[in-house]
């Protein structure tokens, strides 16, 4: 018998095999791992936006630039940070730049989008924050606020989309 089409269809089921075989499948700590899994890739996703976040953030102060080029320029830098930290892994794993940069946006994408829309929104609802200088309190505070609200409301986003085989569930073959 001919089994060679076999290899075929555990590549498919490999996107999502990852994590219901570190984790169990369907076995009673399945539930906590997912969400620890959830929480590593928002966190992985949150340094690489927290990077381009606060640079974008210092830079557009630094330079006075108007509050909307200041967080224009800081979700630029976000995605830029968030896609090189996970391009930066799968390349290593050998996966050629233009497959590596394609695996990053279907993982990132919506992480940093989420990401970016509840620290954007948080730094421009704080009265005063956009405008509170480098030296202000005011200005790091809301920003490391802004950047634990978003880690907390973008966790269950990223759970969802790992479970159906999506977001960072495309990176967990290159690991």
């Not at 995605?79 to 799968?90: D, I, K, N, S």
Request: hydrophobic share 50%; net charge neutral; proline share 3%.
């Amino acid at each position: 018998m001919d089994h060679s089409h076999h290899g075929h269809h555990d590549h498919h089921s490999g996107h999502a095999g990852p994590h219901a075989g570190h984790h169990g499948g369907g076995q009673p700590g399945s539930r906590a791992a997912g969400w620890r899994t959830a929480a590593q890739a928002t966190l992985h996703c949150l340094t690489g936006c927290a990077i381009g976040e606060v640079l974008g953030m210092v830079i557009g102060t630094a330079a006075g630039l108007h509050n909307g080029a200041t967080v224009a320029l800081s979700i630029a830098l976000a995605f830029v940070f968030g896609y090189a930290l996970t391009m930066r892994g799968v390349l290593r794993a050998q996966v050629p730049f233009r497959q590596a940069a394609k695996i990053a946006l279907a993982a990132d994408t919506v992480s940093i989008a989420v990401m970016e829309l509840i620290d954007n929104t948080v730094m421009v609802g704080v009265p005063g924050a956009l405008d509170a200088g480098l030296g202000d309190a005011l200005f790091w505070g809301s920003l490391a606020f802004s950047l634990a609200a978003a880690f907390v409301i973008t966790t269950p986003v990223n759970r969802w989309m790992i479970g159906r085989g999506k977001g960072h569930a495309v990176v967990h073959a290159y690991h």
